[in-house]
């Protein structure tokens, strides 16, 4: 494919586009993602964090074409012209049904269906609008619905071109952990020689940490560097316990909007600062949007007053107040928050309750790699020390909040006890503020503390 045009990207530098390319991305719905910021709320923590859904379209894009180059160039992979582009175009618009505050609205409060998963986003973004009329003429449109859209592939259909874009270690995941570090100021980054490992193996994506049946030990060290890294941003970035407070404020304001008739169809045409300001404006009547609107705005966020880990909780237990307060979130939540605001004197708006998902896994470690002669197998099935320890430290970062307004400060201990009360388990917040509370049972090094 011919490069018309190249773009300066602050993390790959030149980034080369074909004319079909830079159709889609001048539509209306692609450029909207420029006021879409990747990380949410994190440029809350990290100031340089301001990078969108936009930039991270296109390094998706580039990354899969080096991909691409990998797998034809030097491993000899056939691809005719149409299979190439529609690789390349899914990997650009691979976000496009991204909303403001996405993952804190769909994965994080679950107000929302999560943006993979609504057909009504597909159809709006992608098949009744200008990106639909471009493929069509194109004949792509039903290859890239495809690589898009389904999570179970047909029986007989390749596996590698979807994997390309979106997997485990795939074109996504190289240009975001890349991305989110450098705009974090988080001096960590990966060598492009893993990019060598790529391989086809009976039409999956693989790494090939073998070379003439013996294991390379320098192929596996960069893969681990990579998990180390995924590791590191999800907990000093993704789950860090601000962010996470800053964007259970917006989705509380959200929620609440709901409540009084907002659609998620309204924020189809919003970036993150058209969504803050037309909550303002259409709820300015509202106390409770208000206030979450107002100390978000000018970052006085709320603060943990109950903290539970799942150190002192069983894994049972804490499926139990995922599904609780998680997954059934309009219920069970809704009631804990009242019933915390009542027990401490405060109103029902200045008590948020958090509950991630009932799993943290590290899915990089599920990434096919190729380790002898025998077929690629999962990496974890290894049992390697270093990845299980990742994978341990991984799935220790769930947390449970209470997060309280700091304008009640002085009802944060009645807040506590409440809490303590009302879930049955005692407040790990002190523990982690004196650096108490380890990862590890045993482990006195505070290097993990939150």
Not at 384 to 399: A, F, H, I
Request: proline content about 4%; glycine content about 6%; aromatic content about 10%.
């Amino acid at each position: 494919m011919k490069t018309v045009k190249n773009i300066r990207d602050s993390v790959h530098g030149d980034l080369p586009f074909t004319a079909l390319e830079l159709r889609l991305m001048d539509t209306g719905v692609m450029q909207r993602l420029r006021g879409i910021r990747q990380l949410g709320t994190s440029h809350l923590v990290y100031p340089g964090a301001s990078h969108t859904r936009f930039d991270h379209s296109l390094g998706t894009n580039f990354m899969a074409k080096r991909i691409l180059e990998r797998l034809t160039r030097e491993q000899g992979l056939r691809m005719d012209t149409r299979e190439w582009e529609a690789v390349c175009v899914s990997a650009l618009i691979h976000d496009i049904t991204h909303l403001p505050f996405g993952h804190t609205l769909e994965d994080e409060r679950r107000i929302f269906p999560r943006h993979d998963e609504d057909e009504n986003r597909v159809r709006h973004f992608i098949q009744n609008g200008e990106i639909g009329s471009i493929l069509n003429r194109e004949s792509l449109l039903e290859e890239v619905l495809s690589l898009l859209k389904s999570r179970e592939l047909p029986h007989g259909e390749k596996a590698y071109p979807r994997q390309i874009v979106s997997h485990t270690i795939c074109a996504d995941l190289l240009d975001y952990i890349r991305r989110d570090a450098r705009n974090c100021g988080l001096i960590m980054d990966f060598d492009d020689r893993i990019l060598r490992y790529f391989q086809i193996e009976n039409d999956r994506l693989i790494l090939n940490l073998q070379q003439n049946g013996l294991f390379r030990h320098d192929a596996f060290s960069e893969v681990i560097h990579l998990l180390r890294i995924r590791y590191f941003l999800t907990e000093r970035v993704y789950y860090h316990h601000a962010k996470i407070a800053a964007g259970a404020m917006i989705s509380r304001a959200v929620e609440r909007a709901v409540e009084l008739g907002f659609e998620i169809g309204q924020l189809y045409h919003l970036g993150d600062e058209a969504l803050l300001y037309a909550l303002n404006e259409t709820y300015r009547a509202d106390k409770a949007i208000r206030r979450l609107l107002g100390k978000y705005r000018s970052r006085n966020l709320y603060k943990r007053v109950y903290v539970l880990t799942d150190l002192n909780i069983d894994p049972e237990t804490r499926a139990e107040f995922a599904e609780k307060y998680h997954l059934n979130s309009k219920g069970d939540r809704g009631s804990a928050e009242k019933r915390i605001a009542r027990d401490a004197r405060i109103p029902h708006e200045a008590v948020i309750v958090y509950a991630p998902p009932p799993q943290m896994n590290l899915k990089e470690a599920n990434v096919l790699v190729k380790v002898d002669q025998n077929p690629a197998r999962p990496l974890h099935v290894y049992k390697n020390r270093e990845v299980l320890s990742l994978q341990e430290k991984y799935g220790r970062l769930w947390k449970f909040y209470v997060f309280i307004d700091p304008e009640y400060n002085q009802r944060f201990t009645a807040a506590a006890g409440a809490c303590e009360r009302l879930f049955g388990f005692k407040n790990d917040l002190p523990l982690i503020r004196k650096g108490q509370l380890s990862l590890f049972p045993g482990q006195s090094d505070t290097q993990y503390r939150t």
